[in-house]
T-cell receptor
Framework: DQQVKQNSPSLSVQEGRISILNCDYT??????FLWYKKYPAEGPTFLIS?????DKNEDGRFTVFLNKSAKHLSLHIVPSQPGDSAVYFC????????????FGTGTRLTIIP | DGGITQSPKYLFRKEGQNVTLSCEQN?????MYWYRQDPGQGLRLIYY???????QKGDIAEGYSVSREKKESFPLTVTSAQKNPTAFYLC????????????FGSGTQLSVL
């Protein structure tokens, strides 16, 4: 049972526009969420995180929004740049329930010059 | 230059053979992890270790074994009992195990001959 879902396997966005990547989760015990970025044949790199006590966290061009009632989070990238083309994974964990980090299936983002 | 080193980059396994994937970190992190990535799927946790000489099974531990004799090293053995070993294997580490971002190695692609 996939507890963290990224329903869009791929997304194409024009350079300079906003990229919005979505992630849904089913486990209400999850209280910490992270986004990772992965280039082909490389390991993922940490991008941004958010705790369940917040609904927004911003770091430069990257903003993560958390809607706990909908069990939904999104990553906004603005403006999108060609170097943002990669696979993005969302991940979630629960400290209370001792759930280890669970990853979604990833969304491949392609930025069109 | 601190980081996580995985070797080899590519590995081939024959039927009935055990193979060992190396993972070394010089970040002085306590926790280390092994994940497996299959095409179109998220990262799935195989084993993790929070401290030297201790490790726990993840979601898909069957057919794998690990050891943690040194803080810096967390090798993964893919045994002949793992019937579908072809995948991209990622090693990661973190300072602790609670709300800690993971640092990943560059991965090992294992294929069956």
């Amino acid at each position: 049972d996939q507890q963290v879902k990224q329903n869009s396997p791929s997304l194409s966005v024009q350079e300079g526009r906003i990229s919005i990547l979505n992630c849904d989760y089913t486990n209400s015990m999850f209280d910490y969420f992270l986004w990772y970025k992965k280039y082909p044949a490389e390991g993922p790199t940490f991008l941004i995180s958010i705790s369940s006590i917040k609904d927004k966290n911003e770091d430069g061009r990257f903003t993560v929004f958390l809607n706990k009632s909908a069990k939904h989070l999104s990553l906004h990238i603005v403006p999108s740049q060609p170097g943002d083309s990669a696979v993005y994974f969302c991940a979630a964990e629960s400290n209370f329930g001792n759930e280890k980090l669970t990853f979604g299936t990833g969304t491949r983002l392609t930025i069109i010059p | 230059d601190g980081g996580i080193t995985q070797s080899p980059k590519y590995l081939f396994r024959k039927e009935g053979q055990n193979v060992t994937l190396s993972c070394e970190q010089n970040l002085n992190h306590d926790a280390m992890y092994w994940y497996r990535q299959d095409p179109g799927q998220g990262l799935r946790l195989i084993y993790y270790s929070q401290i030297v000489n201790d490790f726990q099974k993840g979601d898909i531990a069957e057919g794998y074994s690990v050891s943690r004799e040194k803080k810096e090293s967390f090798p993964l053995t893919v045994t002949s009992a793992q019937k579908n070993p072809t995948a991209f294997y990622l090693c990661a580490s973190s300072i602790g195990v609670t709300n800690e971002k993971l640092f990943f190695g560059s991965g090992t692609q294992l294929s069956v001959l």
